[in-house]
């Protein structure tokens, strides 16, 4: 399983080809911290099936990005499981904790 880490993402958030990237905290921890990495949509971990079944079949040929707390198991689950369905997917190494703690904003 593919990961990638706050540098490579920003970088990646700048180029021709940016990935679709999807917040998948626990609701009561987004709840209770609402930030969002830059173009981020927040997604319910455990009805991955059901919310990738809606994403359009181009979107199987552009990098997605996968991400929670601090990038353990619940990304990594998400990302395994978007694997599967034939995405491109990867989680961010440290979550959003890290990237905040690296200095890239969040909106």
Known sequence: MKSINSAELNSALHSANPPTIFDVR???VFD???ALIANATWQVFDQVEDWASTLSADM???PVVVYCVHGHEVSQSVTKKLNELGFDAS???GGIAQWIDEGFSVA
């Open 91 to 93: 989680y961010l190494e």
């Open 60 to 62: 199987k040929n552009k």
């Open 26 to 28: 626990k609701k009561p």
């Open 32 to 34: 209770s911290d609402p």
